[in-house]
């Protein structure tokens, strides 16, 4: 069989990012941009936890420790679903923003979810 360039067409495709797709009938999905789920179990619970958090905290009263805790929640879902994991920084501040703002979350079973998940993953 010959090769597309023995054919004279010549085709050649270098860098590609994204989806495409060559020839007849052919679909393509592209899940680029989508959430990843997270790969290890403590980390999928911690997203879990963290998602029910912040629909909870949708309905209390906003106050700036509140305020600053729904920050670090979404910057931790966001990480979680870019890279799969809530590195140790990331984990050591939305431990930070979770006892600031722990008059709300000692009132909310998510809150508590969240906590453990945390001190699982961070060793205490």
Do not use: C, K, Y
């Amino acid at each position: 069989m010959a090769t597309a360039d023995e054919r004279g067409r010549g085709i050649h495709i270098g860098s590609v990012q994204g989806a495409f797709a060559i020839g007849d009938n052919n679909t393509v999905t592209n899940h680029q941009g989508s959430a990843a789920p997270a790969t290890d179990p403590a980390q999928e619970e911690l997203l879990r936890a963290v998602r029910a958090l912040r629909d909870d905290l949708a309905r209390v009263v906003e106050t700036p420790e509140v305020t600053a805790l729904t920050a670090q929640l979404a910057d931790t879902e966001g990480e979680i679903a870019e890279t799969g994991a809530a590195g140790p920084g990331r984990l050591a501040r939305l431990r930070t923003a979770l006892a600031d703002a722990g008059s709300v979350v000692g009132l909310l079973a998510s809150g508590a979810a969240v906590g453990q998940a945390v001190a699982a993953l961070a060793g205490g």
